[in-house]
């Protein structure tokens, strides 16, 4: 799977959109974009996933750039509660492979 | 709909001693995975079920531990005899068909080896 680079952590005012970025430039063609975030003592929460066209469902939208090199997430309205460790994952979706690599992620603070 | 459940959320218990995870997929999700999560190794794969038949175990750490699936609804992960070393935070996730689909992750059990 290809490898993601995100920032270590970032800041975000409360009621501003969040937008967080992930460097995966050595991605392939059948590797779908993942997002995860982990709220402390929970567990990995699915957030969106993408293969090349923008998506957005009722958490967040989904940013792939055309050559599919970066991509963004992006949380709207951010609330206190979105205070997490954000997660980019890619991964090739054929059977077997499974893994889902969690990296170091970006820890998102919600600043009040 | 109700996500992955886990049980117990926590558990304490002395070296030697047995220990049961359990776990509730998703209704209609055909794929069920267990991982462990840890401080100096992340988040591990240890093995996961495709309609309810272990399809790669490779991430099991020892013949200590034993993962089952009975049923479309129920797995048990099992550390016999468990270990200081096997604390962690213990995961189920599932997903449904389709191998795009995201896997959906439980609370996860605490577990403390003592």
């Known amino acids: 799977d290809a490898k993601t680079t995100q920032p270590t952590s970032m800041d975000c005012a409360e009621g501003r959109a969040a937008n967080l970025p992930c460097n995966h430039s050595?991605?392939?063609?059948?590797?779908?974009v993942y997002w995860y975030r982990q709220i402390h003592s929970q567990g990995p929460q699915y957030i969106i996933h993408?293969?090349?066209n923008n998506e957005t469902n009722e958490m967040a939208s989904l940013i792939i750039t055309e050559d599919r090199k970066s991509s963004t997430l992006i949380l709207p309205h951010a609330t206190l509660r979105d205070t997490a460790v954000y997660y980019c994952i890619v991964r090739v979706t054929n059977f077997g492979n499974e893994k889902l690599t969690f990296g170091t992620g970006t820890r998102l603070t919600i600043i009040p | 709909d109700a996500g992955v459940i886990q049980s117990p959320r926590h558990e304490v218990t002395e070296m030697g001693q047995e220990v049961t995870l359990r776990c509730k997929p998703i209704s209609g999700h055909d794929y069920l995975f267990w991982y462990r999560q840890t401080m100096m190794r992340g988040l591990e794969l240890l093995i996961y079920f495709n309609n309810n038949v272990p399809i790669d175990d490779s991430g099991m750490p020892e013949d200590r531990f034993s993962a089952k699936m009975p049923n479309a609804s129920f797995s048990t992960l099992k550390i016999q005899p468990s270990e200081p070393r096997d604390s962690a935070v213990y995961f189920c996730a599932s997903r449904g068909q389709g191998d795009y689909q995201p896997q959906h992750f439980g609370d996860g059990t605490r577990l403390s080896i003592l």
């Open positions: 050595t991605i392939s063609g059948n590797e779908y």
């Open positions: 993408g293969l090349k």
